[in-house]
C-alpha cells in the first residue's frame, strides 16, 4: 500500500481540546438538570458527535435537544477553544508530509465552522487543502460520511486520493474509516484506550512514529528527520 493523501481526525488527534471540551460539556448538562460530571468522566466523550453525548448524559426530550447543543456550541465558541492546544510533534509531522507533496485534509464529526476557527486558532489551516465536518445543523457528521467528503473535496482539487490513510485516536475514527474504505492509523498519543486500536493497520505512539511509518509505505519524499 502506497499513500498518496493523509486525512487527520482533529480532536484527540491534531489537538488537545478536552479541557474545553469538557469544561463546556460539564457546564452545559449541569445547566440542563444532568448530573455533575467531573471533566475527567467526560474525557471518554472527546470525539464522537457531541449531539450523541448530550443526548445520553442529560434527559433532555428529542425535541429539545437543538437547544442544548446551541448552548453548548455558545460555550464552546465563547470560552473552550481557547482551552485547547496542538499536541506534541504534529506541526513537524504536517511540515514534513507537506515537503513530500503528500495532500492533507481534517476529516471530523465536529462541526465544520468550529473545526475551521480551531485550525486557524492555532495557526494549522495553511496545512491543509480541505477541511471536512458536521454541517451547521449537525447532518453529516457521521465519521465515513465527513471522510468521504474529505476526499471529495481532494480529488476536486486534483489530489491524488487513490491511497488514502486515516490518522485517528478513537474507535469511531477506526470504524468509520472502514466504512469508508480507508486505511486508518491509530493515534495512541489521543484519548483512546488501547482496545480501541482494534481494526487499525498501524498504531503509532507519537507524531514522529506516524511519521516513520508512513515513510515504510512509500510515501514520497525523502527521509523523515525527528521533529524538533
Known amino acids: 500500500m502506497r499513500v498518496t493523501t493523509v486525512l487527520f481526525d482533529l480532536d484527540?488527534?491534531?489537538?488537545?481540546?478536552a479541557p474545553g471540551i469538557t469544561?463546556?460539556?460539564?457546564?452545559?448538562?449541569?445547566?440542563?438538570?444532568?448530573?455533575?460530571?467531573?471533566p475527567a468522566t467526560l474525557r471518554a466523550f472527546v470525539g464522537p458527535p457531541v449531539a450523541d453525548t448530550l443526548r445520553t448524559l442529560t434527559d433532555v426530550?428529542?425535541?429539545?435537544?437543538?437547544?442544548?447543543?446551541?448552548?453548548?456550541?455558545?460555550?464552546?465558541?465563547?470560552?473552550?477553544?481557547a482551552e485547547s492546544s496542538v499536541?506534541?510533534?504534529?506541526?513537524?509531522?504536517?511540515?514534513?508530509?507537506?515537503?513530500?507533496?503528500?495532500p492533507l485534509a481534517v476529516a471530523t464529526s465536529k462541526r465544520q465552522s468550529h473545526a475551521r476557527a480551531i485550525l486557524e486558532l492555532h495557526g494549522l489551516d495553511s496545512s491543509f487543502a480541505?477541511?471536512?465536518?458536521?454541517?451547521e445543523?449537525?447532518?453529516?457528521?457521521?465519521?465515513?460520511?465527513?471522510?468521504?467528503?474529505?476526499?471529495?473535496?481532494?480529488?476536486?482539487?486534483?489530489?491524488?486520493?487513490?491511497?488514502?490513510m486515516l490518522i485517528g485516536d478513537r474507535s469511531f475514527d477506526i470504524r468509520g474509516a472502514a466504512a469508508a474504505g480507508v486505511p486508518s492509523m491509530f493515534a495512541a498519543?489521543?484519548?483512546?484506550?488501547?482496545?480501541?486500536?482494534?481494526?487499525?493497520?498501524l498504531v503509532a505512539t507519537d507524531p514522529f512514529e506516524a511519521g516513520v511509518l508512513l515513510q515504510a509505505l512509500g510515501a514520497p519524499g525523502s527521509k523523515v528527520g525527528s521533529p524538533a
Do not use: N
Open 130 to 135: 480541505a477541511v471536512s465536518g458536521a454541517a
Open 137 to 164: 445543523d449537525e447532518s453529516a457528521s457521521a465519521k465515513d460520511v465527513v471522510i468521504r467528503a474529505a476526499l471529495e473535496l481532494l480529488a476536486g482539487g486534483g489530489a491524488d486520493t487513490a491511497g488514502p
Open 12 to 17: 484527540g488527534t491534531l489537538i488537545d481540546s
Open 189 to 201: 498519543w489521543g484519548y483512546g484506550t488501547t482496545s480501541e486500536a482494534e481494526g487499525a493497520a
Open 61 to 81: 426530550p428529542q425535541s429539545g435537544l437543538s437547544e442544548v447543543i446551541e448552548h453548548y456550541r455558545a460555550l464552546y465558541l465563547e470560552r473552550g477553544i
Open 87 to 102: 499536541f506534541p510533534g504534529i506541526r513537524e509531522l504536517l511540515g514534513m508530509l507537506r515537503e513530500r507533496g503528500l
Open 23 to 38: 469544561s463546556c460539556l460539564a457546564e452545559t448538562i449541569r445547566r440542563f438538570g444532568g448530573p455533575a460530571l467531573k
